[in-house]
């Protein structure tokens, strides 16, 4: 992904991110990470750096460049997700069981 032409790694629907690069100077030197908070999912851009010692020698500035993606009004939760709907669904199945249980005349007295 050419970001120095221009392009952006989030598509105009909202639904993908192309990551790829992995500081490659074929794609721009460039790297990503996708961070997922409870409040927001952002794109971090990462430029290519020697290392640590040369960063701080030299006074290159390492700071990711930041995009956000998505905000939220509140902090989403493990149950405001998909697999928050499936543990819900496992949990409903287990309590069905438990009352079977309950309400069968083989169980220990």
């Given at each position: 992904?050419k ?14 991110i192309t990551?790829?690069?992995?500081f490659?100077?074929?794609?721009g030197?460039?790297g990503?990470t ?15 750096f020697?290392?640590?010692?040369a ?10 460049k ?7 009004e509140k902090p ?16 409903a199945l ?16």
């Amino acid at each position: 992904m050419k970001v120095e032409k221009g392009r952006e790694p989030g598509q105009t629907s909202g639904k993908a991110i192309t990551i790829d690069g992995a500081f490659s100077e074929a794609y721009g030197d460039h790297g990503f990470t996708l961070v997922l908070e409870p409040e927001q999912t952002f794109l971090a851009m990462h430029y290519h750096f020697e290392s640590v010692e040369a960063a701080i020698k030299d006074g290159i500035d390492i700071i990711p460049k930041t995009t956000t993606i998505k905000k939220w009004e509140k902090p989403r939760r493990v149950g405001d997700t998909e697999r928050g709907e499936q543990i819900r669904g496992e949990v409903a199945l287990l309590e069905r069981l438990v009352e079977a249980y309950r309400g069968n005349s083989l169980r220990p007295r």
